[in-house]
């Protein structure tokens, strides 16, 4: 318990003012930079806006493979690009509500090192995708300082990692529990903002930066 | 009020409330200017959210308690598996490592459960006995064949996988802002997603549900989407598609299927012991 940041407690704190209608503090604001990036902010609206970038990033990405699919695709395959594009654009558009005047602004996709025409390149960049979603909420859950927002979290981050076992299966049936992904504990891995957020914006031209989870740019 | 006294107070008995509160004790000067911005009226319920996150939202009760009831669970799924395996012929060959890896997965949570409660100076609870028949120890339950055909097998691990997704996420509430105990029961509630994922598209792909996703597919009126009417009770409430007060299929203009398929919902801990215990898990 200990170990954990200040921070959070300085994010309670605005939460609790919030509540009482006091003023003051301005914690869970979101910083943009109006050039080529945008930091998610603070709190509970931080996280919620880390899911949001996330999820932009996701809904682009099956987007774009719905729209151009790769060779030799199956109507089965494309059935499922499709369900997860849907799932994705869901996400998206919910934190987006959510969050309102609160929200990052739209992020700009850089899918330049896709090759959306190739099965393999795609669905490599899907696990990718999706097995980092996991260990992002994974990660960033015990932050959350609302149940109520926890348990929004824990909806959808069982539902990413349906999409990633069902996107390892595509790759290499039976392989939905990779030790890339689950340790000998049975336990999937979790990752801290600080290592998502690099990996999320190799595919961004909107760089996100997460300064109050140690992360800029 | 005096935010300091408190502190001070406080560390009389507790020495390591700084420590709780910040490890870097220089950072306590950040209450300075934390407490000077917040109204005198307001300073209790702010010093009471500080001091709950510091200690834990939970006692160490209430987590052993969320603890113990994964345990339950665990010991069912992974004495469903064993059972599976030890049934000669129940499990064709060309996928025996399929379902290998998520007995392997749950025998390694009991263990692991097992451990972490251990560890926090509690008993964790004993194995059941079980009934995968569902008839509370008679052997004649709804799924009698279960350990000798393939297709029922698969079709109770489908709703055990799924009711587990469910039943870890309704307990994270308790464990909020826990890192160490909510990160883990949050990585497992991924991995039991991916089985429930793989278990759904082994039996599409075997033919034995052809209509089934990897992710629950409710209709607006019927949460189940397994075929399976007797476990209808196991995905009651998953047809669910307002999200914090949103309703997304009015609000996003989008099918029910997609809207409920994109959000899974939890059980609470009262609604999973109804769905497993004087059925599977013996009374």
């Known amino acids: 318990m200990a170990r954990r940041s200040f921070l959070r407690y300085a994010g309670a704190g605005a939460a609790a003012v919030a509540v009482l209608g006091a003023t003051a503090c301005h914690k869970d604001r979101v910083m943009v930079d109006p050039v080529n990036g945008t930091d998610i902010g603070s709190g509970d609206i931080g996280i919620l806006n880390y899911a949001y970038a996330l999820e932009q990033l996701e809904a682009a990405f099956y987007t774009q493979v719905v729209a151009t699919p790769y060779s030799g695709i199956t109507n089965l395959e494309l059935t499922y690009m499709t369900d997860i594009r849907d799932h994705e654009v869901i996400h998206r558009e919910f934190f987006k509500a959510a969050l309102g005047t609160s929200a990052i602004k739209q992020l700009t996709p850089d899918f330049s090192k896709i090759n959306f025409s190739s099965r393999d390149n795609v669905l490599a960049t899907a696990k990718a995708f999706e097995d980092l979603g996991v260990q992002a909420y994974d990660g960033a859950g015990y932050l959350i300082q609302s149940a109520t927002y926890l348990t929004i979290a824990g909806k959808i981050v069982s539902v990413e990692a349906r999409h990633a076992a069902l996107i390892a299966n595509l790759i290499n049936g039976g392989s939905f529990v990779s030790s890339d992904q689950v340790d000998a504990n049975g336990l999937n891995g979790s990752k801290a903002i600080a290592d998502v957020l690099p990996i999320a914006n190799a595919f961004l031209k909107t760089k996100v930066s997460a300064s109050s989870f140690n992360y800029t740019i | ?283």
Request: no cysteine; net charge negative; aromatic share 8%.
């Open chain 2, 1 to 283: 009020m005096n935010i300091f006294n408190i502190i001070d107070e406080i560390e009389k008995v507790d020495p390591e409330i700084t420590e709780r509160l910040n490890p870097r004790r220089a950072a306590i000067k950040n209450i300075t200017s934390f407490g000077s911005k917040v109204a005198v009226a307001a300073l209790p319920f702010a010093l009471g959210t500080m001091l709950k996150r510091a200690y834990g939202a939970a006692s160490t009760t209430d987590v052993v308690g969320v603890l113990n009831f994964a345990l339950t669970l665990e010991y069912l799924e992974a004495a469903f598996y064993n059972q599976g395996f030890a049934s000669t012929g129940l499990i064709p060959s060309g996928n025996s490592d399929y379902i290998g890896v998520i007995r392997r997965d749950e025998n390694a949570h009991v263990k692991f459960l097992q451990n972490v409660i251990t560890s926090l100076n509690a008993t964790p609870v004993q194995a059941s006995t079980y009934d995968f028949t569902g008839g509370n120890n008679k052997g004649n339950g709804p799924f009698k064949d279960v350990f000798t055909n393939y297709a029922t097998f698969l079709a109770v691990a489908q709703v055990f996988e799924d009711t587990g997704v469910r039943a870890y996420k309704g307990q994270a509430p308790v464990l909020l802002g826990n890192q160490t105990v909510l990160t883990a029961a949050l990585s497992i509630h991924a991995v039991e997603a991916r089985h429930a994922s793989a278990i759904r598209k082994l039996r599409r792909d075997l033919n034995q549900a052809p209509n089934n996703k990897p992710y629950i597919v409710s209709s607006a009126s019927l949460g189940n989407d397994t075929g399976l009417s007797l476990v209808d009770a196991n995905y009651a409430g998953e047809e669910n598609v307002t999200q914090g007060g949103v309703n997304l299929v009015t609000a996003l203009n989008v099918s029910t299927e997609a809207a409920s398929a994109a959000f899974d919902e939890p059980l609470t801990k009262d609604q999973v012991t109804s769905l497993v215990v004087g059925s599977f898990i013996v009374q």
